[in-house]
């Protein structure tokens, strides 16, 4: 054979619009609502992945003759130019505009969520593929539609394919008229059938993890996709599903834990092989125990109600008590700057002084236990809870990791955070002390025999190094 047929990789070009986006490595200033350009780097390695080259062109913002300018140009050296925002119907998105003016649109909005406002059209000789900007949004739709396209035009074949078939284990409501592409996780129930359902003890579990399309957290923390019919009103619980997976080598954790977002539990955590954690709070974590969908949920501080776990949808058992399988203790406080330069001692200064606080979210038990010291100062002086928590300047300004307010203490931003001991021995920060809190695991009442559960529940007993190295840590 002196002549074979061979195929070239398709050259792609890759276009982020917005205005407030900065390409990682420049100054961010967060609180002009600026933030980091996640997609073209996520959709470039997904081409890669295909079977394609990359190209990364500059960044366009908002600005037309920008848009057009380099699309024009990706259009001349590319097969396939992608771009990523600005595809709504807006006035602020024009780049349909663009490509009417420069070329030819075949395609404006797809029946899909995530995903619907995408664009399909030609500029010069190249293919375009306009994707939302909204980063779930832009991944699901690349996966769907483009990843096929640009596998085809290199002559890869398509990846090995995995589904998994489980139930749901939360109802789930929809009714928008579109086929939904719901990213989900996976759980397995316990192995011996406690919950009264012995049949089918270790089946499959399916929960959503869908917080919205601009969260990449919903395709970190999920193992694949549920397609949903466009005329499904709700997945009941108990109801059977399949599960694109992500790739065929993902498998469900050994252990999925939910609640409290500590510093301890993260390293105890490193010592059990695959588990999956979410710290979204000592409150998300007590109402998805109820819901039945965690393995175990983690609190902190006073909890308002009992925790109690649903019956598994595939069993029959009545809600049970989630009696704690292991505890310990955690000092909790204000931070400050070193040295504490305000002289902060207390709740009280927070309220009758002109101090910036940074407070962490409405879930934690930090924030709880805070709550609660402040009620108790309320209740002295006369007034009222709310008007206690009102004179605090930043009461409401709350973020989600346990770090976060030291940091922000640290950057100049704030004048006290909320956080503990072992926060601010690592930071080298001041640490006003207000108190003690126990952490607790709860295990879900149906799988306290699952051995993700027995591998935590030994990591706690085996960890006092883990707890002798945290400031403010121990266990009685």
């Known amino acids: 054979m002196s002549e074979v047929p061979v195929r070239r990789r398709p050259r792609v070009g890759i276009i982020s619009t917005g205005d407030e986006l900065i390409r990682p490595g420049e100054p961010l200033e967060s609180d002009a609502g600026q933030i980091y350009d996640v997609n073209s780097y996520a959709i470039a390695t997904a081409v890669e992945e295909a079977g394609g080259v990359a190209e990364l062109y500059p960044h366009a913002g908002d600005d037309y003759e920008e848009m057009e300018r380099l699309l024009v140009e990706a259009s001349e050296e590319c097969d396939l130019v992608l771009s990523s925002g600005s595809t709504s119907a807006s006035a602020v998105d024009v780049i349909y505009r663009v490509i009417e003016e420069r070329g030819e649109l075949l395609l404006h909005g797809v029946s899909v969520k995530p995903g619907k406002p995408m664009l399909i059209g030609r500029v010069g000789d190249a293919a375009y593929v306009g994707l939302p900007g909204y980063p779930v949004s832009a991944l699901t ?37 579109r086929m939904r592409l719901m990213p989900a996780g996976l759980v397995e129930r316990g192995p011996t059938g406690s919950d009264g359902a012995g049949d089918t003890a270790g089946e499959t579990l399916v929960y959503p993890v869908d917080k919205g399309s601009g969260a990449t957290t919903s395709l970190v923390e999920a193992d694949g996709v549920v397609v949903v019919d466009p005329d499904t009103e709700y997945l009941a619980a108990g109801e059977s599903v399949e599960v694109r997976l992500f790739s065929p080598d993902v498998r469900a954790p050994t252990l999925l834990g939910v609640g409290e977002d500590d510093p301890a539990l993260s390293r105890l955590l490193d010592r059990i092989d695959r588990p999956r954690y979410l710290p979204l709070g000592s409150r998300e974590g007590l109402r998805r125990l109820r819901d039945g969908v965690p393995d175990v949920a983690v609190t902190a501080g006073p909890t308002s109600r009992d925790p109690v776990a649903a ?60 709550a609660n010291a402040l009620a108790d100062l309320a209740e002295e002086r006369g007034v009222t809870r709310r008007e206690a928590t009102e004179a605090v300047d930043g009461f409401d300004r709350a973020v989600r990791a346990h770090e976060s307010p030291a940091r922000r203490v640290l950057a100049g931003g704030a004048d006290a955070g909320l956080g503990l001991r072992a926060t601010a021995a690592r930071l080298d920060t001041g640490f006003v002390p207000l108190g003690t809190q126990r952490v607790r695991v709860h295990a879900n009442p149906a799988r306290v025999d699952k051995p993700g559960v027995a591998a935590l529940r030994g990591a706690v007993a085996d960890g006092d190094d883990v707890f002798d190295a945290l400031a403010g840590y121990g266990r009685d």
């Open 141 to 177: 739709i690349f996966r769907t539609f483009v990843a096929p396209a640009v596998r085809r035009a290199a002559g890869e074949p398509e990846p090995r394919t995995a589904t998994v078939a489980g139930r749901m284990a939360v109802r789930e409501r929809y009714s928008e008229g």
């Open 311 to 370: 019956p598994d949808p595939t069993g029959d058992a009545e809600p049970a008590a989630a009696e704690p399988v292991a505890e310990w203790t955690r000092e909790w406080g204000l931070i400050v700057p070193a040295g504490n330069p305000d002289g902060v001692a207390g709740p009280a200064d927070l309220v009758d002084r002109d101090l910036r606080f940074v407070n962490r979210d409405a879930s934690a038990g930090l924030r709880t236990s805070l």
